[in-house]
């Protein structure tokens, strides 16, 4: 019952950060200078009628009071609406629909690559005195690396280089893979630091000395007893992952000229396309709020303790 | 982190402010100056680290993009310093209601990742370096507000500020000489790690074409206008990312040795 109020709670505050992201967007869309309806029309050099203009605007409830038109937005986005994109002329969620799966391929390969970097690194080196140096200035490296300078890097050794990778997407498995590195290497540094750091606090903890005085070996102790106790900050993280997935993905997609959200939402900034651009960041948000939302019932099976403190 | 990196870091960053003041200490070389006679030049006596496509010199243009480039970083964090951390002294000494209010919308904000959150302000304001400083700032300000906040609500608690309200001093003097200086601190030092994040998300947003428009010299546009030139010419594409790195590496080692040193510990 505890554990239901608990979810109950994490539903309202998830669904009070997107009222707050699509009043946001409303207050963006308000306040940019230009009149919305020319930018419907198709922008400055378009020239409509005042005829035209006065139609787009009574059909897009523009010349209502501000209150309805903030009421009926939201309406439309609890509905799945986030408008036409101006440049397109397709609806938002059409648009970023068909980018989806390009971008969701990319960022699940990299989170996992990322993820078992950083597991692999840290579960080799933590407490290890003549390793743990070299790794923490390995992952220095990898987290300050800007991902698109990575990638120019990768493209250069693997694909002009050495010939072994196409350096744009669109073949397939091979094409995935730069992307995918591009992305997962500056994560991995971050995380596999963060990792390191809490895997090395449990080790010293009593139960670790337990578990050894029982003869179990040190590969054992690490990964059947230390790595579910070190994970938890990992999850903490999720903010920080999800920001450098979909940000990542921004500068990766263009980078390797692979189809994606990231990709059109760079046209999109470049064309003003709002909507466009306002549709990539709710639905961002969205995201975020529902990765948290499985972050928190991880923790309940992560943390069994959770249980009762919620 | 042991000493000498420290004071290696130390060292680029001097160098590094150095180049941004006075670019004309370091190369003779004019980083606009284009030369039709010496197209992607690989490094040589003439040019250290080759040419561009154009025939500049790229260590010339390293060199006179260190200004704009720092301005990314450090600009961009004042913004959000001076924002951030005023909506979290509000948050962490109003009442409940304001301090409620701040929160909620940091929530908000959290909600969208750094470069999202700058791209819509490059949609509404246009591009450019002054509003890249200013798109990155914007989007720094909640996680700042937060860390103001907490740090505030820390000191609020302490003994000498409960001692100096006891003493009868007025609110406004006691959250001037006794909170905001002590507030400040802890909250620098985070800062200097985050000029480095910042920078990078500033020279994604040159990279992208919405930062500091070509020609003038900028690590994140000379990157995006390398990227087309990658197969013929390795060094364009190299030694800008290279500054950039070194950059990030040297602050946040500097940060890290700062905030040890303020815990009372050395690595």
């Known amino acids: ?310 | 982190m042991n000493r000498i990196g420290v004071w290696l870091a130390v060292a680029v960053l001097t160098v590094l402010v150095l180049a941004a003041l006075v670019p004309g200490l370091f190369t003779g070389q004019d980083p606009l100056a284009v030369d039709s006679g010496a197209t992607l030049q690989p490094p040589s006596a003439a040019h250290l680290l080759g040419t561009d496509e154009n025939g500049r010199d790229v260590f010339a243009r390293i060199v006179h993009g260190t200004r704009a480039s720092l301005l990314l970083g450090f600009g961009a964090i004042a913004v959000a310093l001076v924002f951030g951390g005023l909506l979290g002294l509000a948050a962490g000494l109003g009442n409940r209601i304001v301090e409620n209010v701040i929160m909620r919308l940091s929530d908000v904000g959290m909600a969208f990742p750094e470069l999202l959150l700058a791209l819509v302000v490059i949609t509404v304001a246009g591009g450019g370096t002054g509003n890249a400083i200013l798109a990155i700032g914007v989007a720094n300000i909640p996680s700042y507000a937060r860390l103001v906040r907490a740090q505030t609500l820390a000191i609020r608690r302490a003994g000498y500020v409960e001692a100096a309200y006891a003493l009868g001093l007025p609110g406004p003097r006691v959250i001037l000489r006794h909170v905001l200086p002590n507030a400040v601190k802890p909250v620098l030092i985070l800062a200097t790690i985050g000029v480095g994040t910042a920078l990078v998300a500033g020279s994604a947003l040159s990279f992208l074409g919405l930062g500091t428009p070509p020609p003038e010299p900028e690590w994140g546009s000379m990157l995006s206008t390398a990227r087309n030139f990658i197969s013929r010419a390795w060094w364009y594409g190299l030694f800008p990312g290279l500054a950039i790195t070194l950059t990030v590496i040297s602050v946040t080692v500097v940060g890290r040795a700062l905030r040890l040193r303020s815990e009372g510990r050395t690595g």
């Open chain 1, 1 to 310: 019952m505890k554990t239901l109020t608990f979810i109950g709670w994490r539903l309202l505050a998830g669904l009070g950060v997107l009222w707050g992201a699509a009043t946001l967007t409303f207050l963006v869309v308000h306040f940019t200078p230009g009149d919305p309806a020319e930018a419907v029309v198709g922008g400055e050099g378009a020239a409509p009628t005042p005829e035209v203009l006065a139609q787009v605007r009574a059909e897009y409830g523009l010349d209502r009071p501000w209150f309805e038109q903030y009421v009926s937005h939201l309406w439309r986005i609890a509905h799945g609406d986030f408008g036409t994109s101006y440049r397109l002329h397709t609806p938002v969620t059409q648009a970023i629909g068909e980018q989806a799966a390009a971008t969701v391929e990319l960022a699940v390969a990299a989170a996992l690559t990322g993820l078992f970097l950083a597991v692999a690194i840290a579960l080799a080196t933590a407490g290890r005195r003549r390793w743990r140096g070299l790794a923490s200035v390995v992952e220095l490296v990898a987290a300050s690396t800007p991902t698109f300078w990575l990638g120019i890097v990768l493209l250069t050794v693997f694909s002009f280089g050495l010939r072994l990778l196409p350096s744009t997407g669109g073949q397939g498995f091979a094409s995935l893979v730069l992307p995918a590195l591009c992305l997962a290497l500056p994560i991995a540094g971050v995380l596999g630091h963060v990792l390191r750091e809490a895997l090395e606090e449990v080790l010293e903890e009593p139960f670790i000395v337990s578990a050894r005085a029982r003869g179990l070996s040190d590969t054992v102790v690490r990964l059947r007893h230390a790595l579910r106790h070190a994970l938890t900050p990992l999850v903490t993280m999720t903010g920080f992952w999800v920001g450098a997935l979909l940000g990542g993905a921004v500068v990766t997609e263009t980078l390797f000229t692979r189809q994606g959200i990231g990709r059109l939402l760079v046209s999109a900034v470049n064309a003003k396309d709002l909507p466009l651009v306002l549709g990539v960041v709710l639905l961002s948000a969205l995201v975020y709020v529902l990765v948290n939302l499985l972050v928190d019932l991880l923790y309940l099976v992560i943390d069994p303790r959770l249980k009762e403190a919620a």
